[in-house]
């Protein structure tokens, strides 16, 4: 069973950073894609970005394509998620989570529990 577990966020100004990070356990990072999911009330829950399982792609949603940007340490066996020029538009529940391949939220095996992100001066 995977277990993810989202840390960093919090309150930021807007054109501020804030870096989030996922701890996952229970299968070495290479056996899944690990992506970034955005929840907004009343919307559907939005691709941020992902990494897939061999580490050697990476895709980002529209809105934060040149500000977010994913990563992960195979020996920590965290998945991070920089974000910079942060927006109001940012605000939301991140959600990491985990599949087989990089795609929508049909496809996500696994989620975390989620962590708040607002942005607001």
């Known amino acids: 069973q995977l277990q993810l577990v989202e840390s960093g966020g919090g309150l930021v100004q807007p054109g501020g950073s804030l870096r989030l990070s996922c701890a996952v356990s229970?299968?070495?990072?290479?056996?899944?894609?690990i992506g970034w999911f955005r929840q907004v009330p009343g919307k559907e829950r939005e691709d941020i970005a992902c990494?897939?399982?061999?580490?050697?792609?990476?895709t980002y949603g529209r809105s934060v394509q040149g500000r977010f940007s994913i990563s992960r340490d195979r020996v920590k066996k965290t998945v991070s998620l920089q974000m910079n020029s942060l927006r109001l538009g940012d605000t939301g529940i991140y959600y990491c989570?985990?599949?087989?391949?990089?795609?929508?939220?049909?496809?996500?095996?696994?989620w975390g529990q989620g962590t708040q992100v607002t942005v607001s001066s």
């Open positions: 990494i897939s399982a061999s580490g050697l792609t990476e």
């Open positions: 989570a985990a599949g087989q391949i990089c795609r929508g939220p049909e496809e996500v095996d696994y």
């Open positions: 229970g299968s070495p990072l290479e056996n899944y894609a």
